[in-house]
C-alpha cells in the first residue's frame, strides 16, 4: 500500500510560481508511473505530467515550457514547480501512482489505473 502527501498549494498571482511537494511512503513496485493531475470545478481530472520510473517524463501541452517535474528519490518526494502561472491552471493538484508496469510497458497508463492518490493540494491563481 502506498499514501502519498502532497503540500505547497496556496494563492497566487498571475505570473506567479509554486512549488508542489508530494512525499511517498509505503512500499512502491519496481516500475511504475508517478504523476501530476488536476481537477478544477466542472471539469474532469486532467493529467498534467508523469514520470515513468524507466522511461519518458511527459506533459500535457498546456504546461511545457512552464511546469518542471523533479524527483528527490532519498525523501522519496516528487515536485513540481510551477512557472509563470495563469489563472486557467487554478485547480485541486494530485500526486499518483498508478498500476506495477511490465518490461514492456514504456508509457504511463490512462487515469483509470492509478492506484494510489493523495488527498490533493489547491493551487489558485488570479
Known amino acids: 500500500h502506498v499514501q502519498l502527501v502532497e503540500s505547497g498549494g496556496g494563492s497566487v498571482e498571475a505570473g506567479g510560481s509554486l512549488t508542489l511537494s508530494c512525499v511517498a511512503s509505503?512500499?512502491?513496485?519496481?516500475?511504475?508511473?508517478m504523476s501530476w493531475f488536476r481537477q478544477s470545478p466542472g471539469n474532469e481530472r486532467e493529467e498534467v505530467v508523469s514520470m515513468h520510473s524507466d522511461g519518458p517524463t511527459t506533459y500535457t501541452d498546456s504546461v511545457k515550457g512552464r511546469f518542471t517535474v523533479s524527483e528527490d528519490v532519498d525523501r522519496r518526494t516528487l515536485y513540481l514547480q510551477m512557472n509563470s502561472l495563469k489563472p486557467e491552471d487554478t485547480a485541486m493538484y494530485y500526486c499518483a501512482v498508478g498500476r506495477p508496469l511490465s518490461n514492456m510497458d514504456w508509457a504511463c497508463p490512462d487515469l483509470r489505473e492509478y492506484r494510489f492518490w493523495g488527498q490533493g493540494t489547491q493551487v489558485t491563481v488570479s
Open positions: 509505503g512500499d512502491i513496485y519496481r516500475r511504475y508511473c
